[in-house]
């Protein structure tokens, strides 16, 4: 069975920071490209940002609102991915989702980690 | 970036009729195999994270019932429910996975009328 179960998530200040971790089980992930995506509180889905898998290059792409903000990472030792936010801004208080795809296609869900960004 | 928009922003079906929902995006998502489209839908109930319907457009994901089908080419795309299920309300989203940034359509919410 599949499982990526997210943590890390909670209340931080605005300009403040906090890493999310995503712990993957049940399928290969050194052959996934691990990715997140975010939903604001009633609104829709939006992407935040991908890693390739390390014989793709291991590169990392990121969506525009967060690019210079957020860093992706992962361990294939422990079949984890990182998602390092800092500078956080209200706008990105969201459930954060963590995503496998392992043939471009969002396949992999976990179940979401909030992250809310408040004074 | 590719711009995906779904219509209609709602949706209201009697049980066990036909559900359809579009969804246009701003330039072609044809794989570079030029054989299929880089397009997805995804159901989400509410509390739940998204579940994966349909990628390639067309390609019901294993395990998703079979009244769910997915068509499309080019920039339009369709997402149907041939026969509406009580479990079957919920938002769905399509989803272009051509080139990053991925991009989602702004969701359609389905209702029983």
């Known amino acids: 069975e599949v499982q990526l179960v997210e943590s890390g998530g909670g209340l931080v200040k605005p300009g403040g920071s906090l890493r999310l971790s995503c712990a993957a089980s049940g399928f290969t992930f050194t052959n996934a490209w691990m990715n997140w995506v975010r939903q604001a509180p009633g609104k829709g889905l939006e992407w935040v940002g991908r890693i390739k898998r390390r014989t793709d290059g291991g590169t990392t792409d990121y969506a525009a609102p967060v690019k210079g903000r957020i860093t992706i990472s992962r361990d294939d030792s422990k079949n984890t991915v990182y998602l390092q936010m800092s500078s956080l801004k209200t706008e990105d208080t969201a459930v954060y989702y963590c995503?496998?795809?392992?043939?471009?296609?969002?396949?992999?869900w976990g179940q979401g980690t909030l992250v809310t960004v408040s004074s | 970036d590719i711009v995906m928009t779904q219509s209609p922003d709602s949706l209201a079906v009697s049980l066990g009729e036909r559900a359809t929902i579009s969804c246009k995006s701003s330039?072609?998502?044809?794989?570079?195999?030029?054989?299929?489209?880089?397009l997805a839908w995804f159901q989400q109930k509410p509390g739940q994270p998204p579940k994966l319907l349909i990628y390639w457009a067309s390609t019901r994901e294993s395990g998703v019932p079979d009244r769910f089908s997915g068509s499309g080419s080019g920039t339009d795309f369709t997402l149907t429910i041939s026969s509406l299920q009580a479990e079957d309300v919920a938002v769905y989203y399509c989803q272009q996975y051509d080139s990053t940034p991925y991009t989602f359509g702004q969701g359609t919410k389905l209702e029983i009328k």
């Open positions: 995503v496998g795809a392992t043939t471009l296609v969002l396949g992999y």
């Open positions: 330039q072609s998502i044809l794989y570079r195999s030029g054989n299929k489209h880089s």
